[in-house]
């Protein structure tokens, strides 16, 4: 279940710029790039190397490689502009299609200010690499509104990524979306404390009150468990009347507590809920989320029944 490896997470950014290496000698050759082959064959040089560097380290690299890869893409994308026609070099387009596979692979929660980093990064790559070609002010006017016009569409795209995320009656997210996010974490070594919370005696609510005012309470629930945490930590619904809440170290157990302080307000009067709360902490022991979510469950179980022997 979502299991791959740091290594593998990479390995399309490996093929992608390999590819590109050879579209630009095929280029080359049918005289469409002016570019010396002594330029080409130093940048293909230097480009191995970056590969050779990515493959070493990608197993164990943490959120830094993503860093170490911009600043290296960057780079690559001015010098080639640079010696392949500035302007009039038609590998400008490589700055659209690396936009496009930055927001595919790395926005996953509808990131926007992800997307305008990855926008002005484009734009500044296209100015520098442009820079000294014939028309200049036209050409960065072109760019300018070629990328307006990506984040637009992308900004479109992303909100429905978004609604595709969400499950429908609480709002929360819906396992799928909710557990790739959380696997991510992993693969970038975020230590963080994941919360099972499983509602107590949930069906005597449904039973007592109906299911329309249930419904109220899980979607109530989960707007309280969102609070409890920060904008960018994870609420997700797991299923029924269970949830999954992740959260940086050491604040989780505190701060859930203030879910069911309160009884919650529905249309068929307060409801009293209690919750049986199992958290456990991960600091990039094991890339294993089938063994994380278990211990989780192990946890929250152990909870419920040391509550209830303490009531005998």
């Not at 499983?198 to 109906?210: A, E, M, Q, R, T």
């Not at 945490?229 to 999954?244: A, H, K, P, S, T």
Request: glycine residues 10%.
């Amino acid at each position: 279940m979502l299991q791959r490896s740091g290594l593998q997470k990479w390995r399309v950014g490996l093929y992608s710029r390999a590819m590109v290496t050879v579209f630009a000698a095929f280029l080359i050759l049918a005289g469409v790039l002016k570019m010396g082959w002594s330029a080409y064959w130093l940048l293909t040089g230097l480009a191995l190397i970056h590969y050779a560097f990515i493959w070493i380290v990608s197993p164990r690299a943490g959120v830094w490689l993503d860093w170490v890869n911009l600043i290296v893409d960057v780079t690559m994308t001015i010098v080639l502009l640079q010696l392949s026609g500035r302007t009039g070099s038609p590998l400008n387009i490589l700055v659209y299609v690396w936009m496009f596979a930055m927001v595919t692979l790395n926005v996953r929660r509808g990131n926007t200010p992800a997307l305008f980093l990855i926008a002005v990064v484009g734009l500044f790559a296209l100015a520098v690499g442009g820079l000294g070609g014939e028309a200049w002010g036209s050409y960065m006017g072109v760019h300018t509104l070629g990328i307006g016009l990506f984040v637009f569409t992308s900004l479109t795209l992303m909100d429905e990524r978004r609604s595709n995320q969400l499950d429908p009656l609480t709002g929360a997210l819906n396992r799928k979306a909710g557990l790739e996010l959380l696997f991510e974490k992993m693969q970038r070594r975020e230590a963080f404390d994941l919360a099972f919370v499983d509602l107590k005696n949930f069906k005597s609510v449904n039973d007592v009150y109906g299911h329309a005012v249930g419904d109220e309470v899980l979607c109530r629930m989960a707007r309280r468990l969102a609070s409890c945490v920060r904008e960018q930590d994870l609420v997700i619904r797991f299923g029924g009347d269970e949830f999954l809440v992740v959260a940086p170290h050491r604040i989780l157990s505190s701060r859930l507590r203030c879910a069911f302080a309160a009884p919650i307000a529905t249309s068929g009067g307060p409801v009293s809920l209690a919750g049986d709360v199992g958290v456990v902490s991960w600091d990039g022991g094991t890339d294993d989320l089938e063994t994380l979510l278990n211990q989780a469950d192990v946890e929250m179980y152990r909870m419920k029944y040391t509550e209830i022997r303490e009531d005998r």
